[in-house]
């Protein structure tokens, strides 16, 4: 079982930046591949961005390649979103996720849940 716990949420001018947090507990986080999802009112949730469990790949949906960049620090069993150049559509309930069983990350599967952080971005 592994939970997770997101933070660093808020509002933000279009252009500005934000820094995404999850904190992970449970057992071999560095079993995971790591991902972040976002979902907007009265859309779909949409895959954000992924990262293998050594670190060394990652995987972003293009609408925000370029412009957020996602990490992952397992000595502290944290994984992060750096969200920069902030657009009004990247407006949207951010999830923390994690796959234990992942073999490419252009196929993340969540096995696991945070319960979201809100992110807003105005113009």
């Known amino acids: 079982q592994v939970q997770l716990v997101e933070s660093g949420g808020g509002l933000v001018q279009a252009g500005g930046s934000l820094r995404l947090s999850c904190a992970a507990s449970?057992?071999?986080?560095?079993?995971?591949?790591m991902g972040w999802f976002r979902q907007a009112p009265g859309k779909e949730r949409e895959f954000v961005a992924a990262?293998?469990?050594?670190?060394?790949?990652?995987y972003y949906v293009g609408s925000v390649k370029g412009r957020f960049t996602i990490s992952r620090d397992n000595a502290k069993n944290t994984v992060s979103l750096q969200m920069n150049s902030l657009k009004p559509e990247d407006t949207a309930v951010y999830y923390c996720?994690?796959?234990?069983?992942?073999?490419?990350?252009?196929?993340?599967?969540?096995?696991?849940w945070g319960q979201g952080t809100q992110v807003t971005v105005s113009s």
């Open positions: 996720a994690a796959d234990h069983m992942n073999y490419g990350l252009a196929y993340f599967r969540p096995d696991y």
């Open positions: 449970g057992r071999s986080f560095r079993d995971y591949a």
């Open positions: 990262i293998s469990w050594s670190g060394g790949s990652t």
